[in-house]
């Protein structure tokens, strides 16, 4: 039946996105997050629990929660972690509790996770919105781990490696954002042009946890 012309055409807010930022180490995933924060964007913005050693310039509880081990385990048998996996021997998570909380109040959630762990959320949450950032080559990537001066020789080996095994994974992806050299504020007008697509959808995502 078509509409009549009183046919309303507003609708509801849509409900909230699920949104997983995620892509080839060294992308500058952090970078986009970091302008998007600063310009507060309307987002809640999940931070990861890791075990990783806390770098100088990082703050705990902004950057990342830094826990021991055993806290990482004990909330793993507890149920608190959406995802996690072991990357390059440290543990990561994305903390199950604060991306309910935001999806319940009706607030995006915005996560950072490898690309193992946005494998893992495709098939808890089907519906969450994954995008895929990438400097314009796998050179990009070398230029930007030597200029941030913190992988080892031979830890930059292992993540060239595993950012060619990432590539592939591509298609598990909804969208590609190209974050190239000066190009940062482009990166972030592009996803934030996703999720205000995303928002006009005719058939809004339905997110269930």
Sequence with gaps: ???????PLDRPAPPPLFIVLSGL????????LSCL???????????????????????????????TTEK????????????????????????RAPVKEA???????????????????KKIAPEAVLIFLTPPSIDGIVRRLNSRSTE??????????????????LHLFDYKVINGDGALEKAVSDMKAIIMAEKCRVKPREIKL
Excluded: C
């Design 1 to 7: 039946m078509k509409p009549s012309r009183s046919t």
């Design 25 to 32: 180490s060294g992308a500058g995933k952090d970078a986009v």
């Design 37 to 67: 924060k600063k310009e507060r964007y309307p987002a809640r913005f999940i931070v990861t629990a890791t075990t990783r050693p806390r770098r100088p310039a990082e703050k705990d509880g902004v950057d990342y929660s830094f826990v």
């Design 72 to 95: 990482f385990q004990k909330m793993i048998a507890h149920n608190e972690l959406l995802e996690w996996a072991n990357v390059y021997g440290n543990f990561y998570g994305v903390p």
């Design 103 to 121: 999806l319940n109040n009706g607030q995006d959630a915005i996560v950072k996770v490898d690309v193992q762990g946005a494998a893992t959320i």
């Design 152 to 169: 080892s020789a031979a830890e930059m080996g292992l993540r060239i490696k595993t950012a060619e095994a990432e590539l592939s994974q």
